[in-house]
Nanobody, 119 residues
Framework: QVQLVESGGGPVQPGGSLRLSCTVS?????????MGWYRQPPGKQRELVAT???????NYADSVKGRFTISADNTKNTIYLQMNSLKSEDTAVYYC????????????WGQGTQVTVSS
């Protein structure tokens, strides 16, 4: 059973920073899949935040460009999401994702971690 375990969420004031972590239980999954972060704001649909490919190519939603940074530590099977200059609209449940639907392998999700940006 592949597990994706997120951590690092919590309350933060506007303008503050948080770093989310996601550790994958399977090294095979971590090295073969595109890893990413998604989020679901209250009352809204889940949306893409950022992805990182096996080769290290990153992609960001326009709303977080310049503020968020996705990175990977291959020695720890872990990806990170450094979130700076947080805004109230960043409040959401953040989910880690491992994706190879392009090859028909499917995808995996973490359980989610809550980020609340409020003064």
């Amino acid at each position: 059973q592949v597990q994706l375990v997120e951590s690092g969420g919590g309350p933060v004031q506007p303008g503050g920073s948080l770093r989310l972590s996601c550790t994958v239980s399977s090294g095979r999954i971590f090295t073969a899949y595109t890893m990413g972060w998604y989020r679901q704001p209250p009352g809204k649909q889940r949306e893409l935040v950022a992805t990182i490919t096996r080769g290290g190519t990153t992609n960001y939603a326009d709303s977080v460009k310049g503020r968020f940074t996705i990175s990977a530590d291959n020695t720890k099977n872990t990806i990170y999401l450094q979130m700076n200059s947080l805004k109230s609209e960043d409040t959401a449940v953040y989910y880690c994702n491992a994706d190879r639907r392009d090859l028909g392998w499917g995808d995996y999700w973490g359980q989610g971690t809550q980020v609340t940006v409020s003064s």
